[in-house]
T-cell receptor
Framework: EAGVTQFPSHSVIEKGQTVTLRCDPI?????LYWYRRVMGKEIKFLLH????????ESGMPNNRFLAERTGGTYSTLKVQPAELEDSGVYFC????????????FGSGTRLTVV | AQSVTQPDIHITVSEGASLELRCNYS??????LFWYVQSPGQGLQLLLK??????LVQGIKGFEAEFKRSQSSFNLRKPSVHWSDAAEYFC?????????????FGTGTKLQVIP
């Protein structure tokens, strides 16, 4: 089966610009998660979708971040406007069902804001 | 709140030597425990996981981890390291949140393997 796919793999943008990251989960996986790793720090939870609904968005840093998952398939994470501290690696993961522990992660999007 | 501590930021071992990466967690009950690895340019790959039962868990690529409740630890081991094991390793704790899983990661340990 195809894994979790993330686009783009790298993005360099200027402060104040908008960037949209995309995640395609494994087909059939209802649960989709976004995580972020700021340089040198731990990988932190951002939010969790169950199908198209946001189950938990407690990790979203502020209202400059907007996540969507229309139709319960792929998800986008938009940062608008981007700030320097948004730089880091954004990971997406998916899992099949409620009781399934252990995600499948994508390879991440490295975002650099200059 | 739960937390995961990986005290070693960077470890260097010789190829063929044994390896132990340390992980301690802070939580009132026994959580679900994981080790992930990220090789350069790759995503996070699950090495192994512990939910219950036998406290010595076998994973992929010859790795194993031992859960020690008394020490709140879940250290990762490999008897003989290969050059391809050079990567960053993350210990993680999973807890039930509203019936779903929420995972907290440690800060990671970078492993360098020298000839």
């Amino acid at each position: 089966e195809a894994g979790v796919t993330q686009f783009p793999s790298h993005s360099v943008i200027e402060k104040g610009q908008t960037v949209t990251l995309r995640c395609d989960p494994i087909s059939g996986h209802d649960n989709l998660y976004w995580y972020r790793r700021v340089m040198g720090k731990e990988i932190k939870f951002l939010l969790h979708f169950v199908k198209e609904s946001k189950q938990d968005e407690s990790g979203m840093p502020n209202n400059r971040f907007l996540a969507e998952r229309t139709g319960g398939t792929y998800s986008t994470l938009k940062v608008q406007p981007a700030e320097l501290e948004d730089s880091g690696v954004y990971f997406c993961a998916s899992s099949q069902e409620r009781g399934h522990y252990g995600y499948t992660f994508g390879s991440g999007t490295r975002l650099t804001v200059v | 709140a739960q937390s995961v501590t990986q005290p070693d930021i960077h470890i260097t071992v010789s190829e063929g030597a044994s390896l132990e990466l340390r992980c301690n967690y802070s939580y009132g009950a026994t959580p679900y425990l994981f080790w992930y690895v990220q090789s350069p340019g790759q995503g996070l790959q699950l090495l192994l996981k512990y939910f219950s039962g036998d406290t010595l868990v076998q994973g992929i690529k010859g790795f194993e981890a031992e859960f020690k409740r008394s020490q709140s630890s879940f250290n990762l081991r490999k008897p003989s390291v290969h050059w391809s094991d050079a990567a960053e390793y993350f210990c993680a704790v999973g807890l039930n949140s509203g019936g779903y899983q929420k995972v907290t990661f440690g800060t990671g340990t970078k492993l360098q393997v020298i000839p």
